[in-house]
């Protein structure tokens, strides 16, 4: 089993900051990729970041792109999301995910974002 937890959101007016960080923890796994995933009320969850473990490479959805900020602490097991330039469209709760190799995919409890002035 791995355990996600989420922390970082908050409130925020509309042009400031947040990073979110995801702990990933259990007994003996292997990460393939972790990311960054949102869902508003009444919308479908999306992506919206990707980064994949070993090499580094990384996904963004076209409307965080040049804002957001994937990355990565292999020996802690982290990832973090700087969300910058924030915008009213960006309130979600925002969850981790992560694919762990050979055994599948890992969500968090989420963490809420809301962008308001």
């Known amino acids: 089993q791995v355990q996600l937890v989420e922390s970082g959101g908050g409130l925020v007016q509309p042009g400031g900051s947040l990073r979110l960080s995801c702990i990933a923890s259990?007994?003996?796994?292997?990460?393939?990729?972790m990311g960054w995933y949102r869902q508003a009320p009444g919308k479908q969850r999306e992506l919206v970041a990707r980064?994949?473990?070993?090499?580094?490479?990384?996904y963004y959805r076209d409307s965080v792109k040049g804002r957001f900020t994937i990355s990565r602490d292999n020996a802690r097991n982290t990832v973090f999301l700087q969300m910058n330039s924030l915008k009213p469209e960006d309130t979600a709760v925002y969850l981790c995910?992560?694919?762990?190799?050979?055994?599948?995919?890992?969500w968090g409890q989420g963490t809420q974002v809301t962008v308001s002035s």
């Open positions: 980064i994949n473990w070993s090499e580094g490479s990384t």
């Open positions: 995910n992560a694919a762990i190799v050979q055994v599948g995919g890992y």
């Open positions: 259990g007994t003996s796994f292997d990460i393939y990729s």
